[in-house]
């Protein structure tokens, strides 16, 4: 028995294309929750691609998985190839740290597994700082994993439970979803583990499934049964609810709270306006209908998988070619984005769909060779250089960006004793107090990036080593501590030193508390000043530093003066400073380190202001301005634009230098 052809429902074309400029709007410009966007996108598929298969259960009492999986394949994989494949050639000719683990990346993306390759991989603060080129394909992973195991589910279902029983079943596995990416992000540094799970954000897709289960005949056009009164309610309500997505999507600032509760909520919201829109001329909100009828809603929701596929990566390689702002990122990527959607949904996808794979091939291949030409020749010679790109982006792709490069080194020149840290037990020990009344760096101050959100800084790694320890030891009275008498293991509170007078800065009495940037340039800075104590940690902001110097204090290991380098990961405000200075207390000498990267990072540029304020009012503190020299050296930075590499961190160490003898 065959099914019945599916009505197609008004507006939802139009809905996936504003999804998918939510997200790409997002990606572009700094600000903004769009990654809600995404979960539009499930909302719609789970509640089409339920629709289908309880139909076809109802009425032939079967699902035919081969058909329903072999339509799935012929829809999405082919765009997928097509992306995965361009994307890799475009790589071949950018280099760099574009080709940063492009093998992992693309096996995933052609096989629906990226996701989970990408927990597996384990989550890396450089994913902002040097940016996967097919990140956004663990969504695409998502919905192809629903795809496969939906079917099963919905079959039982269906085959078990009443009309009125399956609704409340779907919603329950959506709860179900999220508590457990609650559980999984709560307690994390890093929610990419919930963020991108299958298990864990399935809320969307089964909210569009509980509709579906509600209102079995709205995919054949059926509206939902409401008196008029509730049908203008319901059709204002549609309004507000997009406006209320589009306006969160560019404005709503991000939060641990949005993971997962704001893509809840965006998820329930959707499925309000898929609500709102079943029913054709009968629709609760048929003039929302209408303008997302309209022919140019329609022809870029149909291209919307293509724009969505294609964006990303067109981002993130114009970061590594051309570092340009968001404006100018803007003006390239959303034209390239559609161009390349809409010749892949024109030539490839569509023909692919309605023939199928081997048709297509043998269609397509019949009329180049009637019809030759040059045109032929060329298009040949185009698909065969674009290969062979793509095939030596993956032979040249390599683990590690240049950033975790520079940084690995560091790191372990500071392990082998060539850098020095303060104790890293005292600087553990920090962050955690910090924590508690803290926000964790860069939580309200950064904006996310792309489908993985910015975690919490993890505690500081302990950076010290025997020689450090026992100096930083050794000038705890320099420090302004003085030791109780009667127990000398414990140190008093601190004692007012205005008229402290430390000695000149030689390595002993110096201590960095820097971020990634200053672990990349410790061995740099140990050469220049051998005694000084390093303690760098990845992703580290200013927001944890009164907790660790508290610690030091406390350890007997805080030295007299004080380089600061904590503006690359978030602004730096009054209450910031007057922490860090209501734990330093009097008598320190303080170094504070301008920070660099790429346009995009727009809050570097308010720390450096914030810094240069401080500097002017407070006489006992100097501005280590490493943002102009990088400013004047990009060539010797890493592929982020944020860490120098071994003649840049000398530069660093030198300004650095510089400004703690100018005391």
Avoid: C
């Avoid at 494949?85 to 940063?100: E, K, N, Q, R, S």
């Avoid at 079943?169 to 999984?184: D, E, H, N, R, T």
């Amino acid at each position: 028995m065959q099914v019945k052809q599916r009505t197609r429902v008004r507006g939802l074309d139009g809905l996936r294309a504003i999804a998918a400029f939510i997200v790409l709007f997002f990606h572009i410009l700094p600000g903004g929750i769009g990654y809600i966007g995404v979960d539009v996108f499930f909302v719609l598929s789970g509640f089409l691609i339920t629709s289908l298969l309880q139909r076809e259960y109802l009425e032939t009492k079967r699902i035919n998985l081969k058909r329903f999986w072999g339509k799935r394949v012929r829809r999405l994989t082919p765009a997928v190839v097509v992306a995965t494949v361009g994307t890799l050639g475009l790589a071949a000719l950018v280099g760099g740290d574009a080709l940063v683990q492009l093998r992992w990346q693309s096996f995933g993306a052609v096989t629906g597994t990226y996701n989970w390759f990408q927990i597996a991989n384990g989550s890396s603060y450089f994913e902002e700082q040097s940016p996967k080129l097919l990140t956004n394909m663990w969504s695409l992973a998502v919905e192809q994993q629903f795809y496969l195991l939906w079917p099963f589910f919905v079959w039982l279902i269906v085959m078990l439970a009443s009309r009125k029983v399956s609704p409340w079943i779907a919603l329950s596995l959506g709860g179900v979803s999220a508590i457990w990416y609650q559980i999984l992000a709560g307690g994390a540094a890093d929610p990419t583990r919930a963020y991108v799970g299958t298990d864990t954000h399935a809320f969307g897709l089964m909210v569009g499934a509980a509709i579906a289960f509600a209102l079995p005949r709205a995919i054949e056009g059926a509206a939902p049964q409401m008196s008029k009164s509730a049908k203008r309610y319901v059709g204002i309500g549609a309004w507000i609810a997009l406006a209320t997505l589009v306006v969160a999507g560019v404005s709503v600032a991000d939060s641990r709270f949005m993971y997962p509760w704001g893509s809840v909520l965006a998820s329930l919201l959707a499925g309000f306006i898929v609500v709102a829109l079943l029913g054709g001329q009968d629709a609760a909100a048929p003039r929302l209908a209408r303008v997302l009828e309209s022919k140019p809603m329609v022809w870029l929701g149909h291209r919307s998988y293509g724009i969505y596929l294609w964006h990303w990566p067109l981002i993130a390689l114009s970061f590594y070619a051309f570092h340009p702002n968001s404006w100018i990122s803007a003006l390239v990527v959303i034209p390239l984005s559609v161009l390349f959607a809409h010749l892949s949904f024109t030539y490839i996808e569509t023909p692919i769909r309605r023939e199928g794979f081997i048709a297509w091939i043998r269609t397509r291949g019949r009329q180049w060779l009637l019809t030759g030409g040059v045109l032929a020749r060329v298009v040949a010679a185009f698909v065969a250089a674009v290969l062979l790109l793509a095939g030596w982006s993956l032979v040249a792709s390599k683990p590690l960006s240049t950033a975790e490069e520079y940084v690995q080194a560091g790191e372990q020149a500071l392990d082998a004793g060539t850098g020095g840290g303060a104790s890293g037990d005292a600087s553990q020990t920090g962050d955690a107090e910090s924590e508690e009344g803290e926000n964790a760096p860069g939580e309200n101050d950064t904006p996310t990036e792309g489908d993985e959100p910015e975690a919490e800084a993890p505690a500081p790694a302990q950076t010290d080593n025997a020689d450090s320890q026992s100096s930083a030891e050794n000038s705890a009275g320099e420090a302004g501590n003085s030791r109780n008498p009667a127990n000398p293991g414990a140190p008093d509170a601190p004692q007012p030193a205005t008229d402290f007078e430390p000695v000149a800065p030689d390595g002993s009495n110096v201590l960095v508390i820097g971020d990634s940037v200053t672990v990349a340039a410790a061995p740099a800075l140990k050469e220049k000043m051998p005694n000084m104590a390093v303690d760098g940690e990845v992703s580290r902001s200013i927001k944890p530093a009164p907790g660790i110097i508290n610690a030091m204090r406390n350890s007997g290991t805080l030295r007299p003066y004080v380089v600061l380098a904590l503006a690359t990961n978030g602004t730096i405000t009054d209450a910031d400073w007057q922490a860090v200075e209501a734990a330093l207390g009097e008598g320190h000498r303080i170094v504070l380190v301008t920070g660099y990267g790429p346009a995009g990072k727009t809050w570097i540029g308010a720390a450096n202001e914030k810094i240069k304020q401080i500097a002017q009012t407070n006489p006992n503190v100097r501005v280590a301005d490493w943002a102009s020299i990088a400013a004047q050296h990009t060539d010797m930075l890493a592929g982020d634009h944020v860490h120098p590499n071994r003649t840049a961190a000398g530069m660093y160490a030198a300004e650095v230098i510089r400004a703690l003898g100018s005391f």
